[in-house]
């Protein structure tokens, strides 16, 4: 089959994170079963127009926000290119609204709904009421007037409840767990003399880094030999504005800002920290959740949407309710009990090995050749 993907981030794009790697795996398993798969994405400085990133024919136009949108349908519509038989349209707050242009079948892709994050965005004040009005009401009416009759694949059961929430039929989602891949494993599981609390993943408010920095300026109160690493990218105003908020908690001699690493290092941290910190807003599932409970290091949780799949509360880390203060005592609970803390380990690397991309791209190549045989 001729498969095309319409996302808002593609491969080597500067913010592309675990939903971009979701579904470029993904993508890669159906080309290695012999599908023809194009992927049509937003342009980045630095980047090619057009290129093939494992056997995936890449085409790039216009910006992440809304550019891209357009130019998908203008090309879709109007530029020579093959017959598809199969249209992903990805969601990330913004959909492509395939319906209205693509008479092809369809499968939405979508991690999270976006819902409260509508009003953590970065735009400046009174700015930023804008998309959050705006989005937090559009959002549920674009779901149950235009995709309700379209199939839906997702990451987790958390999504998949907020979709039916919004007349999704249940029937018409599958659920596919995210894979994971640690091309770096360790033979040795060295923790850190100083308790160590990481938080692994974009500098962004909704992703919780905020809050991690607050639950940290609650166990400064009673934990004195530790170190909190904040490893993952930013923008530079916002990063500096972080910082500030350490020294504001008294806590800046206690955390370190490491930026972006590459996977080798980001392995090598996650194994010598003891606890995962993971304050977001809400996930569709939680990749980093995964990639830390390989090297044996189990995660704090906010009990939100999509963290509350991919933590297993009691069993492979804690759930805590979504502030800083109960957080920080979970904690500090955790790191006082050695028993606990090694049945959460033993039981990370048992449910890690759960998840593979290899197992989570058949699935959904079962799906997309299942839809693919389906007349319209």
């Known amino acids: 089959m001729n498969i095309l993907i319409f996302s808002w981030r593609g491969p080597g794009h500067p913010h592309a994170g675990g939903a971009e790697q979701s579904s470029h795996e993904h993508a890669a398993g159906w080309h290695k079963a012999g599908h023809n798969v194009t992927l049509f994405t937003s342009f980045f400085q630095g980047a090619k127009k057009k290129e093939d990133v494992d056997g995936i024919h890449v085409i790039r ?19 020579s290119h093959p017959k598809f038989d199969i249209v992903v349209d990805e969601v990330h707050g913004i959909p492509f609204f395939t319906p209205f242009f693509v008479r092809v079948r369809k ?33 549920p009416l674009i779901f149950k007037l235009i995709y309700r009759n379209v199939p839906f694949m997702t990451v987790s059961q958390s999504t998949k409840k907020d979709l039916i929430e919004w007349d999704i039929p ?72 972080l910082k500030k908020q350490a020294e504001k908690f008294g806590i800046e001699k206690a955390v370190k800002f490491f930026g972006f690493v590459n ?17 977001s807003t809400r996930e569709g599932w939680g990749l980093v959740v995964i990639e830390a409970a390989s090297v044996g ?24 309710l979504p502030n800083p203060e109960d957080c920080a005592e979970i904690i500090i609970n955790l790191f006082s009990d050695k028993k606990l803390y090694d049945l959460l380990q033993k039981n990370c690397f048992k449910w890690s090995d759960k998840f593979s991309w290899e197992k989570s791209s058949k699935q959904s190549l079962n799906l997309i050749e299942r839809l693919g045989e389906k007349k319209d």
């Open 170 to 241: 249940e029937e018409s989602i599958t659920v596919i767990h995210n894979g994971f891949s640690n091309k770096f494993p360790l033979r040795e599981i060295n923790k850190e003399s100083k308790k160590t609390v990481i938080y692994l993943g974009a500098l962004s408010k909704d992703k919780g880094i905020e809050e991690a920095l607050k639950v940290c300026k609650f166990l400064f109160r009673t934990e004195k030999n530790w170190q909190f690493w904040v490893v993952g990218k930013g923008e530079p105003n916002y990063l500096t504005y």
């Open 61 to 79: 136009r216009g910006g992440q926000i809304f550019q891209v949108h357009l130019h998908a349908m203008f090309w879709y519509l109007f530029s």
């Open 263 to 279: 996977e080798r290092e980001k392995y090598n941290l996650l194994s010598r920290a003891h606890i995962l910190l993971n304050p």
């Open 107 to 139: 499968l939405v892709f979508i991690h999270e709904v976006a819902k409260e994050v509508w009003r953590l965005n970065p735009w400046p004040r009174p700015f930023n009421l804008v998309p959050a009005l705006i989005g937090t009401f559009l959002e």
């Open 297 to 320: 290091t189990p995660t704090i949780a906010y009990n939100v949407a999509g963290l509350r799949d991919s933590v297993k509360d009691g069993k492979t880390g804690l759930l805590s």
